[in-house]
Every structure is written in structure tokens, then in C-alpha cells.
């Protein structure tokens, strides 16, 4: 599934690592729709809207972050990518309530959209990060395949876990909401250490190679 290089020493395995781990975290996408009719009793159109505001971010960002060029900047971009993910999920998490009223309901839809440019920002660095990662002509189109099958196999993990959240309360949509959203910011905190590692790791790669 990954290519060789990356169960060697060198940044790709957490470059991979942080492309999962991000992804899995956007998965809290799944139940914003359904939360948005049931606490902000919201039309199920409109809660359909309320849903993709994360993906609104994660294009925006994405296309804001793609242009930058300077290693440096790309580096602290990578670093901190995960925390504005954080940052987005808490903020929802410690609003959502019951009940919710319309200002309520726009500050969790802004806080998607952080959450959105958060993977956004890092996401077309860490691909052509794993892409550039690797010298042999063959491994580099496995490196490049492997984007997707670690896309999709995070976020179905990510999906199965906020599943098991909500499930487990059940008898409270507000509770279920906190927990989802409160577990995910804890998760994309956490992958802050493996975008450190992946910037750091490619920094003195790229230094041994030049």
C-alpha cells in the first residue's frame, strides 16, 4: 500500500501519518447536517448547507495555501494547520447545545469553515510532499496512489469513530455533539505533533539533498 520509503527513516510516513490523521478528523462532517436539525432546527435543506461549510473551507483554504512557495512558510503553514483544525472542532464543541438560535447556528458554520481551512492549508503541501519524498521513478507513483488509499482508509476510521460516539449517546443529541465534535479537537490537536515532525523532517532532507 505505501511505498518502501516510507518504513525508512525520513518525513514520509509522517507526512502520511498527518494526511490520515487530518482527514479522519474532517469526518465530523457526517453528522453536521443531522445536529443542525435536531439542536438548531434547522430545514433539512438548509442543514445541508450547514454541512458544507467545512468543505467551503477546506476549497477556500486550499486555494489560498497552494500558491504560497517559500519553504519556510510552507513549513509553519504544515505546523500549524492542525491546530486551526483544533480550533474549529472546539469552538463547535463548546457551543453546541440544544435549542441552538440563529446566531448560535452562523458560529458553528464559521467554525466549520476554520475547521475546512485547516486541512485545506496543509493539504496540497503534504501531497506534493509524499510525491517529492521519493527518488525511484515507480515508487513515486505508488507514493502518489498511496495519498488516496490513506485518504480513504483515515477516513473511514474517522467515520467509524464519531459513529461509536454518537451511538453511545443516543438519548442526548447535545451530549453526542459535544462529544463528537470535543473527541475530534483532541484528535486534530494531536496531529499537530505529526505535522511537526512531518515539516522538521523535511526540512533536513531537502538540507541533505541540497
Known sequence: ?????????GPLKWIYLTLGLLMAATMVDMYVPLFGQRLAHLE??????????????????????????RRQAVTRIV??????????LGSVAL?????????VTIGWAAALVVTGTG???????LSAWAMGSVEDTAEGATAAAAINTVQLICGAFGAGLAGVIVNANQNDDGAAA????AVFAVLAALTAVASYRATRASVQSGSSSS
Open 95 to 103: 457551543s453546541v447545545r440544544a435549542g441552538a438560535s440563529a446566531a
Open 44 to 69: 433539512p435543506l438548509v442543514a445541508g448547507f450547514l454541512g458544507v461549510t467545512l468543505a467551503v473551507g477546506w476549497t477556500t483554504g486550499e486555494i489560498a495555501s497552494a500558491s504560497v512557495e
Open 79 to 88: 505546523a500549524v494547520a492542525p491546530l486551526v483544525m483544533a480550533i474549529g
Open 119 to 125: 486541512i485545506g492549508m496543509a493539504w496540497p503541501h
Open 178 to 181: 459535544r462529544w463528537m465534535f
Open 1 to 9: 500500500v505505501l511505498p518502501p520509503t516510507a518504513f525508512r527513516p
